[in-house]
C-alpha cells in the first residue's frame, strides 16, 4: 500500500485510497453489484460519477493493489454502461457473472 503521509485524512484509521481499494475490490462480486442495483444506487448521477471516478484502478500504479484484478476491472469497465446497470438486477446475469469471476479467478492463480 502506498505509505500514509502524516497531514493525510484518516476516515476510521484508513485512508481514502484503502477505503477505495476495499470498495472497487467489492465490485467484482455479481450479488454486491445486485445488491447495490436494487437499493437504486445504480441510478444516481452522483454514484456513477463516482464509479468514473475510480477508473484510475486501471493504471499499473494502481493495479498491482488489486488481488484479483481481471474481475475488478471488468466490473468496473460494465458499470460505465447504463445497460448493464439496469441488466444486473436479472439472476441469469449474476449467474452469468459469478461463474465468470470463479473462472477468472481460478486463472490469475
Known sequence: M???RPDEDQYGGFTRFELELE???????????NHLASQKLLQ????????KYLQYFNKPEYIR???YPAP??????LLQQERFRQDIL???VIARLAEETVL?????R
Open 2 to 4: 502506498p505509505l500514509a
Open 23 to 33: 470498495f472497487v475490490q467489492a465490485l467484482a462480486n455479481p450479488y454486491y453489484l
Open 44 to 51: 444516481d448521477s452522483s454514484f456513477i460519477e463516482y464509479l
Open 65 to 67: 493493489y488489486l488481488s
Open 72 to 77: 475488478t476491472l471488468k466490473a468496473l469497465e
Open 90 to 92: 436479472s439472476p441469469d
Open 104 to 108: 477468472a479467478s481460478i486463472k490469475t
